[in-house]
T-cell receptor, first 118, second 116 residues
Framework: GESVGLHLPTLSVQEGDNSIINCAYSNSASDYFIWYKQESGKGPQFIIDIRSNMDKRQGQRVTVLLNKTVKHLSLQIAATQPGDSAVYFCAEGMLSVWGAEGNYQLIWGAGTKLIIKP | KAGVTQTPRYLIKTRGQQVTLSCSPISGHRSVSWYQQTPGQGLQFLFEYFSETQRNKGNFPGRFSGRQFSNSRSEMNVSTLELGDSALYLC???????????????FGPGTRLTVL
């Protein structure tokens, strides 16, 4: 069946360094992927997404890379700051048709906790 | 624009009881999805409502149910609570109209349910 998983449950990074959070997926039919950040006591917050017709997308201090050959997704955070401490989730979206409109049902990974060392 | 709100934020119940959680989506959003989040786990999809109809459903027992009202507000109900139902319940809203394009979900802060 489909699954989305993360390679590392916890990642410790020195403040100012770059962070790379990895994610594997198994369904080659997935057509887009999303990264969310969840800070303690809050709901997940959208960071960035990428369509399957792209292999790279950049945001503010974040870059998502998609390697469809090996079904791998990564989130790169440049110049990591204390405020980046959170759990990061990747999610896999597969378009399913429901009635006259399509919608994505997301499948979520277990999450990676990013710890920033001062 | 106000974000997604969930009430109550915290709830303590005992086994066998039932509980109703409420979610108010962002104004204009027609889709509300519910998720269960437990320690060490990712988010597990419960169901999605769009225009008062359940459009998608995850793999949860029938004790978990939901509904959506004409103003897009949604409630989820858990009957005959079990200890394992203790979790953070998150709702997320989106416009719901995808038609081949992405549709970002915006999450509320969640309701922390503790079953004793």
């Amino acid at each position: 069946g489909e699954s989305v998983g993360l390679h590392l449950p916890t990642l410790s990074v020195q403040e100012g360094d770059n962070s790379i959070i990895n994610c594997a997926y198994s369904n080659s039919a997935s057509d887009y992927f999303i990264w969310y950040k969840q800070e303690s006591g809050k709901g997940p917050q959208f960071i960035i997404d990428i369509r399957s017709n792209m292999d790279k997308r950049q945001g503010q201090r974040v870059t998502v890379l998609l390697n469809k050959t090996v079904k791998h997704l990564s989130l790169q955070i440049a110049a990591t700051q204390p405020g980046d401490s959170a759990v990061y989730f990747c999610a896999e979206g597969m378009l399913s048709v429901w009635g006259a409109e399509g919608n994505y049902q997301l499948i979520w990974g277990a999450g990676t906790k990013l710890i920033i060392k001062p | 624009k106000a974000g997604v709100t969930q009430t109550p934020r915290y709830l303590i119940k005992t086994r066998g009881q039932q509980v109703t959680l409420s979610c108010s989506p962002i104004s204009g959003h027609r889709s509300v999805s519910w998720y269960q989040q437990t320690p060490g786990q990712g988010l597990q999809f419960l169901f999605e409502y769009f225009s008062e109809t359940q459009r998608n459903k995850g793999n949860f027992p029938g004790r978990f149910s939901g509904r959506q009202f004409s103003n897009s507000r949604s409630e989820m109900n858990v009957s005959t609570l079990e200890l394992g139902d203790s979790a953070l319940y998150l709702c997320a809203s989106s416009s719901g109209v995808v038609a081949g394009s992405t549709d970002t979900q915006y999450f509320g802060p969640g309701t922390r349910l503790t079953v004793l």
